[in-house]
């Protein structure tokens, strides 16, 4: 029998932070209680100006490091802020963490983020850390002040802050509220597997008959990574309805970013790097649907040429090699990267007469020692394909010598030499 969606969100318990808007780009064993220093500031969270400090101080005092991640120009962003003024939430966050306001676009910041392999779907984003920079806790929260201190409390409590959202997946929760966290949560943590499962584990119990509601475009855009989840080809197919509901928050065009962003996501995955040609014919579908039909060239050669290849056509793969060495041929460093993709791939020596020319077109245009590293690197391994050892040898040689030069790690050089 099928249910409302509105009784299936009810019963399952779906937070309803998913509903409100944001703007898109050895655990503790801490309580909840919060201990109110006389000291503590009740006025407003104290933010700590550096990061390292932060995490400094939160190691010192045995506290956890919450860091907002917002941006000066998010309008949800400011709207909470007022509510960092209020008495509670001050009371809260000054007793129990240390602070972080941490600008997504400010690079420098950013860098704590990158260091813990973590990615900003939306912001704001609520991340809560352990005294040793570990992530415990991931919350999305509304300009309530309530709703702001649950969050803290949330990430206290080992049993049901984020960090515990994988061992009941483990353990065989399937609920709504989960598997939405869980897939939301691995995608900031970047472990596209897990995230991968949890959301197609959520098409599977989602209500069939409420596919192209608000609430399932809601859910795409938080927890979909992949274009083979059930959500995402609802969606590229229905984007006019998503362009609506985009429309109506105030974000025209916004879909075409996070269709355009799940084919992104799709394409750099273990999964897309093993596509074929049908599949890769597919992603170039939904390009043209989500309005970048002009970049699939630039975007799905390389993956084109691999497919190829594993599909026993090399003759065309090469053909493609040839048209993008045209494309490219006023810009060195690419022409390198288009022979070291069939250095590594090609299954016979029949391309290298083809990538002998766009080397040699290569190396003129070629001016920091770096990039001529590369340069030698690529042809050493084109001769050893050829044939020609002492000519690989001596580029190998010369490739390994201007690495050193430039500063760069010798690794790979020195194991292609020791290789010949």
Same mark, same amino acid.
């Given at each position: 029998?099928?249910?409302?969606?509105? %009784?299936?969100?009810?019963?399952?318990?779906?937070?309803?932070?998913?509903?409100?808007?944001?703007?898109?780009?050895?655990?503790?064993?801490?309580?909840?209680?919060?201990?109110?220093?006389? %000291?503590?500031?009740?006025?407003?969270?104290?933010? %700590?100006?550096?990061?390292?400090?932060? &995490?400094?101080?939160?190691?010192?005092?045995?506290?956890?490091?919450?860091?907002?991640?917002?941006?000066?120009?998010?309008?949800?962003?400011?709207?909470?802020?007022?509510? *960092?003024?209020?008495?509670?939430?001050?009371?809260?966050?000054?007793?129990?963490?240390?602070?972080?306001?941490?600008?997504?676009?400010?690079?420098?910041?950013?860098?704590?983020?990158?260091?813990?392999?973590?990615?900003?779907?939306?912001?704001?984003? *609520?991340?809560?850390?352990?005294?040793?920079?570990?992530?415990?806790?991931?919350?999305?929260?509304?300009?309530?002040?309530?709703?702001?201190?649950?969050?803290?409390?949330?990430?206290? %409590?080992?049993?049901?802050?984020?960090?515990?959202?994988?061992?009941?997946?483990?353990?065989?929760?399937?609920?709504?509220?989960?598997?939405?966290?869980?897939?939301?949560?691995?995608?900031?943590?970047?472990?596209?597997?897990?995230?991968?499962?949890?959301?197609?584990?959520?098409?599977?119990?989602?209500?069939?008959?409420?596919?192209?509601?608000?609430?399932?475009?809601?859910?795409?855009?938080?927890?979909?990574?992949?274009?083979?989840?059930?959500?995402?080809?609802?969606? *590229?197919?229905?984007?006019?309805?998503?362009?609506?509901?985009?429309?109506?928050?105030?974000?025209?065009?916004?879909?075409?970013?996070?269709?355009?962003?799940?084919?992104?996501?799709?394409?750099?995955?273990?999964?897309?790097?093993?596509?074929?040609?049908?599949?890769?014919?597919?992603?170039?579908?939904?390009?043209?649907?989500?309005?970048?039909?002009?970049?699939?060239?630039?975007?799905?050669?390389?993956?084109?040429?691999?497919?190829?290849?594993?599909?026993?056509?090399?003759?065309?793969?090469?053909?493609?090699?040839?048209?993008?060495?045209?494309?490219?041929?006023?810009?060195?460093?690419?022409?390198?990267?288009?022979?070291?993709?069939?250095?590594?791939?090609?299954?016979?020596?029949?391309?290298?007469?083809?990538?002998?020319?766009?080397?040699?077109?290569?190396?003129?245009?070629?001016?920091?020692?770096?990039? &001529?590293?590369?340069?030698? *690197?690529?042809?050493?391994?084109?001769?050893?394909?050829?044939?020609?050892?002492?000519?690989?040898?001596?580029?190998?040689?010369?490739?390994?010598?201007?690495?050193?030069?430039?500063?760069?790690?010798?690794?790979?050089?020195?194991?292609?030499?020791?290789?010949?």
């Amino acid at each position: 029998m099928n249910i409302s969606l509105m %009784n299936f969100i009810k019963i399952n318990g779906l937070a309803f932070a998913l509903l409100f808007a944001s703007c898109q780009s050895k655990s503790q064993d801490t309580t909840t209680q919060t201990v109110v220093n006389e %000291n503590i500031d009740k006025t407003q969270v104290t933010w %700590n100006p550096s990061i390292d400090d932060a &995490l400094a101080q939160a190691k010192a005092s045995g506290k956890m490091l919450f860091v907002e991640c917002y941006s000066p120009t998010c309008p949800v962003c400011q709207s909470i802020e007022p509510f *960092f003024k209020k008495p509670e939430v001050a009371t809260k966050y000054n007793s129990s963490f240390i602070n972080y306001k941490l600008d997504v676009g400010n690079a420098e910041q950013v860098k704590f983020l990158n260091a813990r392999n973590i990615y900003l779907p939306s912001f704001p984003q *609520f991340l809560y850390f352990d005294s040793n920079g570990n992530i415990l806790h991931q919350a999305e929260v509304t300009p309530d002040a309530a709703v702001i201190v649950k969050a803290a409390e949330t990430a206290q %409590n080992p049993a049901i802050r984020a960090s515990s959202y994988k061992d009941k997946y483990d353990k065989g929760d399937r609920t709504l509220d989960l598997l939405v966290q869980l897939a939301a949560y691995s995608r900031l943590t970047k472990d596209t597997t897990l995230a991968i499962s949890a959301a197609e584990d959520l098409f599977k119990i989602y209500p069939k008959d409420q596919i192209g509601s608000e609430t399932s475009w809601k859910l795409t855009k938080k927890c979909v990574i992949d274009m083979e989840n059930g959500f995402a080809k609802y969606w *590229f197919d229905h984007a006019s309805a998503a362009a609506a509901f985009e429309k109506k928050d105030g974000h025209a065009g916004n879909e075409n970013n996070v269709l355009g962003g799940i084919i992104q996501s799709s394409l750099y995955s273990p999964r897309g790097q093993n596509y074929g040609t049908s599949k890769l014919n597919l992603v170039k579908q939904y390009m043209t649907k989500t309005g970048a039909g002009q970049y699939i060239e630039n975007v799905t050669w390389e993956f084109d040429i691999k497919a190829l290849i594993r599909e026993g056509k090399p003759e065309q793969a090469l053909a493609i090699g040839e048209k993008m060495a045209a494309k490219f041929g006023e810009n060195g460093q690419s022409m390198v990267y288009i022979t070291r993709v069939f250095n590594d791939f090609y299954p016979n020596k029949n391309y290298a007469p083809k990538a002998t020319a766009w080397l040699n077109k290569a190396k003129g245009l070629l001016k920091e020692d770096k990039y &001529l590293a590369e340069y030698y *690197f690529e042809s050493a391994k084109l001769n050893q394909k050829a044939g020609d050892l002492a000519k690989a040898k001596a580029d190998a040689q010369q490739a390994r010598t201007l690495a050193a030069k430039a500063q760069v790690d010798l690794t790979k050089f020195t194991a292609l030499i020791e290789k010949l």
